[in-house]
């Protein structure tokens, strides 16, 4: 009986590892190029970051190599990556009276799986926490352009990840109105009847 | 500050509708459409006869048509700088990029300190597209400026920078109370006198 229980055990733990791994399966996704692109403009992001001073000679064209791979990273994961792999969008509109306000939305008809969000989420913060710790490394040697490049970097990670947490708190917010709402239906049918 | 995503009422920002469309929007539709703001709103600040509204299409403000302008005079410059050391050009490009941003944060902080209604992001954005001639006058000089005297070079260099001056103007003095105007539209001028030397003597 024990041997018997420590197996279904044992099957059950490699199926959750399983299950772990096949949750960053891009190729399982809804949308795999979408997620490609969520990761490799980080990634080139990175890499010019650490490596290009290897490759290419001239330092002005490494930096405006990390500034475009910065500036592509944002606005694809603003505009495309969190439209298509979550759902979400956050964007600055405006009263008639002109004054600006802050829109977070979430949108529910776009196809998208648990790979794709748990792609978006990790690759994200775990991008912004890298910028952070270089930024922290970086202020101890006083070197300026390091600084700088890092720093943009590790703001526009962190503001692309407020956005969407702040989206992702109002759809929280919204299921849970919509299910108060329900309940209290409930609650009203079941005493009027 | 709202952050509730309820319908709004109906007579709320047209953009709803629109807004509503680009979800569905594929990729390629939306890099266009952003393309096309970009030269739009372009136009709308250089070209005072464009408006109609008094400047309200400010109020959809984007950083990303600041951000190509900062970064093509960044380059132009860099590339024509001297290459005594290669840390020069990456010493100019570096430079041109903090001084736009910071220069930009700081006007935008001082109208807004003398009582100017402005949106922080409207004003930057406005800073950053009037920009925008300063890049001609640094394409020009870079391309010919071998072949011209110092004086004739001027004349290019006080054009654009009459150009930028004037567009950026008539937005920020409109911000301020009347008595502080001048207040308000020195800086501006300082920046973009800044930028056009210093595309010149680079």
Not at chain 1, 104 to 109: H, Q
Not at chain 1, 141 to 146: A, I, R, T, Y
Not at chain 2, 146 to 165: D, R
Request: charged residues 20%; contains cysteine.
């Amino acid at each position: 009986m024990n041997q018997k229980n420590e197996g279904v055990e044992m099957k059950l733990m490699m199926e959750k590892d399983q299950e772990q791994i096949s949750q960053y399966d891009i190729t399982k996704a809804a949308h795999p190029g979408i997620c490609f692109f969520h990761i490799f403009f980080k990634f080139c992001a990175f890499f010019s970051y650490l490596f290009l001073g290897l490759i290419i000679k001239s330092t002005l064209f490494q930096y405006i190599l990390i500034m475009i791979f910065h500036a592509f990273d944002f606005y694809t994961v603003k505009n495309i990556t969190g439209k298509f792999l979550v759902g979400l969008r956050w964007y600055s509109d405006f009263t008639p009276k002109g004054d600006e306000i802050w829109r977070f939305e979430c949108f529910d008809k776009c196809k998208r799986s648990k790979i794709d969000s748990s792609v978006f989420w990790t690759f994200q913060f775990g991008a912004s926490c890298a910028w952070a710790f270089f930024v922290f490394t970086n202020v101890l040697s006083f070197e300026f352009v390091d600084i700088l490049f890092a720093g943009i970097g590790a703001s526009l990670s962190w503001i692309n990840l407020w956005g969407f947490y702040k989206c992702s708190k109002d759809q929280q917010r919204k299921m849970k109105g919509v299910q108060s709402y329900l309940t209290k239906k409930g609650l009203q049918m079941a005493v009027q009847s | 500050m709202d952050y509730t995503n309820q319908r709004p009422p109906q007579n709320y920002s047209q953009m709803d509708d629109q807004k509503t469309q680009d979800l569905e929007e594929s990729v390629s539709e939306t890099i266009m459409r952003d393309l096309k703001m970009i030269a739009y709103k372009l136009k709308y600040v250089l070209i005072p006869k464009e408006q109609e509204d008094n400047g309200k299409e400010l109020r959809n403000w984007d950083l990303w048509g600041p951000l190509i302008f900062c970064l093509v005079l960044a380059m132009t410059l860099s590339f024509k700088a001297e290459s005594t050391t290669t840390s020069t050009k990456s010493d100019v490009f570096a430079i041109i990029f903090v001084l736009i941003w910071v220069g930009a944060f700081i006007v935008t902080l001082n109208a807004q300190l003398l009582g100017g209604k402005v949106s922080f992001f409207q004003s930057v954005c406005l800073l950053g597209y009037c920009v925008f001639p300063i890049n001609i006058e640094a394409i020009i000089i870079a391309f010919f400026g071998s072949y011209l005297p110092f004086l004739v070079k001027l004349i290019p260099v006080f054009l654009c920078f009459a150009w930028s001056a004037y567009s950026s103007v008539g937005f920020m003095a409109s911000l301020v109370p009347p008595h502080k105007k001048k207040l308000a539209v020195y800086p501006v001028f300082l920046f973009y006198l800044f930028l056009s030397w210093f595309s010149l003597i680079v």
